[in-house]
């Protein structure tokens, strides 16, 4: 899996992604926290019509390797939940940034994202781990 990361996304420390169009955000995780992940087995996700806050957890993922908490990059009400990816976890590596995506979220502030990283600054992160 080629790890890129989008310049149109904004990203988090903890791997997580927001797609913003118009007010809403596409939520996933990145190619790098795939990769780190291995095999994964098991996506647990908020339902329809749940708030998620920003910093806030809103979930789990889990691989052969590890369990790791999903952080909400944005805060908002949820309107699509990508149930494929529950159905079908081992699929999140095959595409992160397009069908592989986990929830739609309908936000209450853009400016919530400003403080999070740039593409640019996502890979320089990266690169030193």
Known sequence: MALDYP???????????????????TIGITAFAINQLGDIVFLDLPGMGDAITKGERFGTIESVKAVEDLYAPITGTIIEVNSDMIDEPEKIGDDPYGDSWFLKVRIQDAGELDDALTADMYRSKIEGM
């Open 7 to 25: 310049d149109d996304l904004k990203y988090l420390d903890s791997h997580e992604y927001a797609r913003l169009d118009g007010d809403i955000a």
